[in-house]
């Protein structure tokens, strides 16, 4: 995700530097990247991972999960929660 911003990013300052034709066509680039079914798939699994992620931390918010005790440290208790994938 970082790659496709930093790609939006340079095509939108190479573009304001050589004109409004070409920042056009990476508009037009730019929308028919995200009518893409794989776009689309990305977006799907995305949301289902953030959804999943939120619903186990409300289990453990709740209580009704038990968390391993691995310090302080945020990352490890999430993924204590998901699993090692």
Known sequence: MKNVLMALVVGYVIGAKTGGKELDELGRSVTA??????FAEVVESGRAQV?????QLATMVEGEHAVADVGGDLVAKVRSLVGPD
């Open 51 to 55: 959804g999943s992620t939120l619903r």
């Open 33 to 38: 990247l995200l009518g893409t079914d794989e």
